[in-house]
């Protein structure tokens, strides 16, 4: 019954943002795409924030390791 209770509860603390970010994971892997594709993927989604200075870092530093 406790590992019941864990389980619910781990449940419950998931987001729609953990659901959206192992979906659009499972979909990269699935399609194929490569790692810098999909950084640039997610910093032009459309979601309510921008893109991190981090990742805007990694995709300018990826064009030049073509």
Do not use: H, P
């Not at 389980?7 to 499972?26: E, F, G, P, R, W």
């Not at 924030?49 to 870092?57: D, I, K, R, V």
């Amino acid at each position: 019954m406790d590992t019941l209770n864990t389980l619910t509860n781990q449940l419950s603390q998931v987001t729609m943002y953990d659901i959206k970010s192992m979906y659009n994971q499972a979909k990269n892997i699935v399609l194929n795409v490569s790692e810098m594709e999909a950084k640039v993927r997610e910093a032009t989604n459309d979601d309510a924030w921008g893109a991190s200075s981090t990742l805007m870092q990694e995709i300018a530093q990826g064009t030049f390791n073509l």
